[in-house]
């Protein structure tokens, strides 16, 4: 059962323009959240993170949004630079379980020159 | 540098062989993680380690085993009972209950 959920596979965006990636939870227990930057053949790289007592973090042109009434967290890139043409991964670790970290299956943004 | 190691980068294997996946940290990270990736998929849990000598299993550790003798060091072997190990391997390190630092990972193809 997927508890970390991405349900765009792919997003093309024009260079300058902002990218939006959603993920969905389903568990309540989540209390932090994270997000990769992924290049084939290469292992994920840490982006950004938030904590549920938390709304909004800001990094940069990363800005995580955390929703938990609607366990929705979304990120925000902007401007897109064709470097970020990457697949990014979401993940989230509830409080009860130690260090086990949940990932959703990603999204391929490609940022279009 | 600190980071975190895996070895070989590429790894064939024959059906009904073990194999073994490396992986090393110098960063004094106390939990260690191996994930696997497949097409189209989010990275799944093998087993995790948050100290020497203990570790649980994940949500796919069937066909599976791992030790950890060392804190640096989080072996994988893929054992002949894993029916499907074609795939990409990622160890993982994290201090406490921080971001995961991920190593470039294993391409592990069984021919």
């Known amino acids: 059962d997927q508890q970390v959920k991405q349900n765009s596979p792919s997003l093309s965006v024009q260079e300058g323009r902002i990218s939006i990636l959603n993920c969905d939870y389903t568990n309540s227990m989540f209390d932090y959240f994270l997000w990769y930057k992924k290049y084939p053949a290469e292992g994920p790289t840490f982006l950004i993170s938030?904590?549920?007592?938390?709304d909004k973090n800001e990094d940069g042109r990363f800005t995580v949004f955390l929703n938990k009434s609607a366990k929705h967290l979304s990120l925000h890139i902007v401007p897109s630079q064709p470097g970020d043409s990457a697949v990014y991964f979401c993940?989230?670790?509830?409080?009860?379980?130690?260090?086990?970290?949940?990932f959703g299956t990603g999204t391929s943004l490609t940022v279009i020159p | 540098d600190g980071g975190i190691t895996q070895s070989p980068k590429y790894l064939f294997r024959k059906e009904g062989q073990n194999v073994t996946l490396s992986c090393e940290q110098n960063l004094n990270h106390d939990a260690m993680y191996w994930y696997r990736q497949d097409p189209g998929q989010g990275l799944r849990l093998i087993y995790y380690?948050?100290?020497?000598?203990?570790?649980q299993k994940g949500d796919i550790a069937e066909g599976y085993s791992v030790s950890r003798e060392k804190k640096e060091s989080f072996p994988l072997t893929v054992t002949s009972a894993q029916k499907n190990p074609t795939a990409f391997y990622l160890c993982?390190?994290?201090?406490?209950?921080?971001?995961?630092?991920f190593g470039p990972g294993t391409r592990l193809t069984v021919l």
């Open positions: 380690s948050q100290i020497v000598n203990d570790f």
């Open positions: 938030i904590s549920s007592i938390k």
């Open positions: 993940a989230a670790k509830p409080t009860n379980t130690g260090n086990q970290f949940y």
């Open positions: 993982a390190s994290s201090k406490f209950a921080n971001e995961q630092f």
